[in-house]
């Protein structure tokens, strides 16, 4: 089934996009959400017609991300979390607790949007990427310092 992708789907495509899906996921997923339409004769009229709308919309989400890059990038966060001997953590330091101590400095970001491999386990100093957008990922420095 071919379809045109109305907003950015991740792992698929940007909107504007002509893709072939399967049939199920098209019909089942995509197409309810309002996230793509069938790629017909009438769509693909209206999509010459509406591409320079999408140009506009996708450069003004860009400059926000970007925006938010910057303000993201600036911030340095301290986390007191109870250590033991040699600097180990007593529990762990996830992307939950990150995304609490930016909401506290001032910068809401989805906990999923945070980067994090592994849980952070020892004290010390970290870089944590964040995802804003498709391809914007600013990296913010986590110092994990032990209660006094």
Same mark, same amino acid.
């Given at each position: 089934?071919?379809?045109?992708?109305?907003? @950015?789907? &991740?792992?698929? +495509? #940007?909107?504007?996009?002509?893709?072939?899906?399967? @049939?199920?996921?098209?019909?089942?997923?995509?197409?309810?959400?309002? =996230?793509?339409?069938?790629?017909?004769?009438?769509?693909?009229?209206?999509? $010459?017609? @509406?591409?320079?709308?999408?140009?506009?919309?996708?450069?003004?989400?860009?400059?926000?991300?970007?925006?938010?890059?910057?303000? =993201?990038?600036?911030?340095?966060?301290?986390? /007191?979390?109870?250590?033991? !001997? &040699?600097?180990?953590?007593?529990?762990?330091?996830?992307?939950? $607790?990150?995304?609490?101590?930016?909401?506290?400095? +001032?910068?809401?970001? @989805?906990?999923?949007?945070?980067? =994090?491999? $592994? /849980?952070?386990?020892? *004290?010390?100093?970290? #870089?944590?990427?964040?995802?804003?957008?498709? $391809? *914007?990922? /600013?990296?913010?420095?986590?110092? *994990?310092? /032990? !209660?006094?």
């Amino acid at each position: 089934m071919k379809i045109i992708l109305r907003e @950015d789907v &991740e792992k698929l +495509g #940007k909107a504007g996009e002509v893709v072939k899906v399967k @049939d199920g996921y098209g019909r089942n997923f995509l197409i309810p959400r309002q =996230l793509a339409v069938l790629a017909n004769v009438r769509n693909m009229k209206a999509l $010459d017609h @509406d591409r320079r709308t999408i140009e506009t919309r996708a450069k003004k989400t860009r400059k926000a991300s970007e925006a938010t890059a910057a303000t =993201l990038s600036a911030v340095a966060l301290t986390l /007191p979390a109870k250590a033991g !001997e &040699e600097g180990k953590l007593f529990g762990a330091i996830t992307s939950r $607790d990150i995304a609490e101590a930016l909401g506290k400095a +001032g910068v809401t970001v @989805d906990r999923k949007a945070i980067q =994090l491999a $592994d /849980p952070i386990k020892q *004290v010390g100093d970290y #870089k944590v990427k964040i995802r804003v957008a498709a $391809d *914007v990922f /600013p990296e913010i420095s986590v110092s *994990v310092v /032990p !209660e006094a």
